[in-house]
C-alpha cells in the first residue's frame, strides 16, 4: 500500500523561501503524476502545482506562478515544491498528491493524498 508523507513546513517571512518535500513509500510512484494542494483554515483545498509522470509537463496556479516550482526525483520516489517570495496568503497546509494523470492530480482525483505540513508567513 503506498504512501505519501510530506515534511519541510514551518514559519517562515514573508519573502522568504522553503522547499517542501513529499517523500512515497510501498510502492512506485514513478509513473504517477504528482501534485501539491493547499488548504487555508475554513477554505476548501486548492490546487497548487502539478507535474507529469516523466517530470516533463508541469502546471501550477495562477497564484503561484512564478515563486513556485515542482519538482519530482523518481529515483528517490520524492516530489519536491520550492516556494520562494512567500506571502501571508500562502500560509496553509500544504498536501502532497498522486493520481493517474495529470488533468486528475490537478482537480484532486488523487489515488493518494498525504497527512500534509504546515506553511506559515509571518508578516
Known amino acids: 500500500q503506498g504512501q505519501l508523507v510530506e515534511s519541510g513546513g514551518g514559519l517562515v517571512q514573508a519573502g522568504g523561501s522553503r522547499r517542501l518535500s513529499c517523500a512515497a513509500s510501498?510502492?512506485?510512484?514513478?509513473?504517477?503524476?504528482m501534485a501539491w494542494f493547499l488548504q487555508s483554515p475554513g477554505k476548501e483545498r486548492e490546487f497548487v502545482a502539478v507535474?507529469?509522470?516523466?517530470?516533463?509537463?508541469?502546471a501550477y496556479a495562477d497564484s503561484v506562478k512564478g515563486r513556485f516550482t515542482i519538482s519530482r526525483d523518481n529515483a528517490k520516489n520524492t516530489v519536491y515544491l520550492q516556494m520562494n517570495s512567500l506571502k501571508p496568503e500562502d500560509s496553509a497546509v500544504y498536501y502532497c498528491?498522486?493520481?493517474?494523470?495529470?488533468?486528475?492530480?490537478?482537480?484532486?482525483?488523487?489515488?493518494?493524498w498525504g497527512q500534509g505540513t504546515q506553511v506559515t508567513v509571518s508578516s
Open positions: 498528491t498522486a493520481a493517474i494523470n495529470m488533468e486528475w492530480a490537478t482537480i484532486g482525483l488523487a489515488d493518494y
Open positions: 510501498g510502492r512506485s510512484f514513478r509513473t504517477y503524476a
Open positions: 507535474m507529469s509522470w516523466s517530470g516533463v509537463n508541469t
